[in-house]
């Protein structure tokens, strides 16, 4: 397939301004991970440089290798049982309103990583009080019962990506299912907890698909919903099918509310934290 030039409208700067340096020297000094670096998001420049960032528990390496992601793939090492307070440290000189945790997959471990995930939002909230928190977690193998055990912690917002439409999800994702997913989003919804989840475009979907996934997410009662698109990390990953225009991402948002969506984040450069703390509001 021919490469297909990058539109002006995705050029951005990286960053470098005063924000952006204290925040990579807070997370540096507590030897963090964060999704904006491994998964090369295109908005690390802004976000650093107004001090958020989204933390990313469990190590930086993942035990799956999906064809969209840049984290490191591989044999993970143990957990870093100082990491939730780390992490909690690093939100409070970050003096975040609103903190972002993301994981890598963690197959490997028993309980997926769950009880990682609780003594992070744990702890966050001690040394917090005041900051909301978000988690974006994996699926942990659709099991409902871990997936409780993070909703018992009561973060304010529970994130878990679909990333893309049905048909395209066996070759987009290395082991997650759409059902799966939805069955994810659906318990946390179950469990009276705000439900997130978000997509990419420009993978070779069509209108219609992502009409279907918005009804399905509607149907496990998640109401907030992102929709961002596809950039090829390297290039072993899945090429870009098609560059998205901005027109289309507004379009796409007016239906989505339409829909019943409570909030849509919907644009080129949206990622799944972008903005996050504006799903706590209305629309």
């Not at 976000?47 to 958020?52: A, M, N």
Request: charged residues 25%.
């Amino acid at each position: 397939m021919a490469h297909i030039k990058k539109p002006e409208w995705l050029k951005v700067k990286l960053g470098g301004e005063g924000g952006y340096s204290h925040t990579h020297n807070i997370l540096e000094s507590h030897g963090l991970h964060t999704i904006c670096s491994s998964g090369r998001c295109p908005n690390q420049g802004e976000c650093w440089g107004r001090g958020t960032a989204t933390f990313m528990i469990g190590g930086d390496i993942c035990t799956r290798s999906c064809k969209f992601c840049n984290t490191k793939t591989g044999k993970p090492l143990p957990l870093d049982t100082d990491e939730p307070m780390k992490v909690a440290e690093s939100v409070k000189l970050m003096e975040l309103k609103h903190a972002v945790v993301t994981s890598v997959d963690r197959d490997d471990l028993p309980d997926m990583g769950a009880l990682h995930w609780v003594a992070t939002i744990n702890k966050i909230r001690e040394v917090n009080p005041a900051t909301t928190i978000e988690v974006l977690i994996p699926d942990f193998q659709g099991k409902p019962e871990l997936v409780d055990m993070v909703c018992a912690a009561a973060p304010e917002v529970i994130s878990h990506n679909m990333e893309t439409v049905r048909r395209l999800t066996p070759q987009v994702r290395s082991a997650a299912r759409y059902d799966v997913s939805l069955s994810v989003l659906a318990r946390i919804a179950a469990n009276g907890c705000k439900a997130k989840s978000g997509i990419m475009l420009g993978l070779g979907e069509t209108t219609d698909e992502i009409l279907e996934t918005m009804d399905d997410l509607l149907s496990a009662n998640c109401l907030v919903l992102t929709m961002g698109q596809y950039l090829q990390p390297t290039r072993r990953h899945l090429p870009v099918e098609a560059y998205i225009h901005p027109d289309e991402f507004s379009r796409l948002k007016e239906i989505a509310l339409s829909k019943g969506f409570s909030h849509v984040e919907s644009g080129p450069l949206v990622r799944s934290s972008y903005h996050a703390e504006n799903c706590l509001g209305n629309r």
